[in-house]
């Protein structure tokens, strides 16, 4: 039972365009997302959140964008630097549940 | 500040043997969360405890799986009787609170491998 999901395993993006990863989730009562990014052989780093009560969070290259009626969130890089290749996941927990419930990651390959 | 640190990073043990692994959360963090990541596969999350508490173990195997924070040192997530297919990475994280929204940390995490 995948309850957040990432439906695109790889995605390939040019140095300086705009990344965009996709994740999509089944539990109405998530209320809380993360994105992580993770590089081989070592643990994943957090990146940015949003709480349910917005629909946007910015910090710095990064945004995140949270749609409830179509429980649907990505997360937009922009400008794509070479250092942000790693596979990025998302996260999701639901209020009283501290449990992450991780997607099965994205990985994003900037070409220079 | 130190972040969550993990021991040993890589862990080999054979079939039957026991593995223990280590966690220390961040400085001022109470809250640790274990996850464990099969190759190709996101993060899926076994246990939570505050010191001295296990708070949810929803994701942890009924059997040869035990974890613990005591009062001093770190947390221990014990597998006994180890299988190959208990070969993975695993991942602790500490928070600093709980209720309302926290991020978890992540520690660069332990590989064991069964042989």
């Known amino acids: 039972d995948q309850q957040v999901k990432q439906n695109s395993p790889s995605l390939s993006v040019q140095e300086g365009r705009i990344s965009i990863l996709n994740c999509d989730y089944t539990?109405?009562?998530?209320?809380?997302f993360l994105w992580y990014k993770k590089y081989p052989a070592e643990g994943p780093t957090f990146l940015i959140s949003?709480?349910?009560?917005?629909d946007k969070n910015e910090d710095g290259r990064f945004t995140v964008f949270l749609n409830k009626s179509a429980k649907h969130l990505s997360l937009h890089i922009v400008p794509s630097q070479p250092g942000d290749s790693a596979v990025y996941f998302c996260?999701?927990?639901?209020?009283?549940?501290?449990?992450?419930?991780f997607g099965q990651g994205t990985r994003l390959t900037i070409n220079p | 500040n130190a972040g969550v640190m993990q021991n040993p990073r890589h862990l080999v043990r054979r079939r039957g043997q026991e593995a223990r692994l280590r966690c220390s959360p961040m400085?001022?963090?109470?809250?640790v969360y274990w996850y464990r990541q099969l190759p190709e596969e996101g993060l899926k999350f076994m246990v939570y405890?505050?010191?001295?508490?296990?708070?949810?173990e929803s994701g942890m195997p009924k059997e040869r799986f035990s974890a613990e924070f005591p009062k001093e040192g770190p947390s221990i997530l014990r597998i006994q009787q180890v299988v190959r297919g208990d070969s993975a990475a695993y991942f602790c994280?500490?928070?600093?609170?709980?209720?309302?929204?926290?991020?978890?940390?992540f520690g660069p995490g332990t590989r064991l491998t069964v042989t």
């Open positions: 539990n109405s009562m998530f209320d809380y």
């Open positions: 405890l505050q010191k001295e508490n296990i708070i949810d």
């Open positions: 996260a999701a927990s639901a209020e009283g549940a501290q449990k992450l419930v």
């Open positions: 400085k001022g963090h109470s809250h």
């Open positions: 949003i709480s349910s009560i917005k």
């Open positions: 994280a500490s928070s600093p609170g709980a209720g309302g929204y926290y991020e978890q940390y």
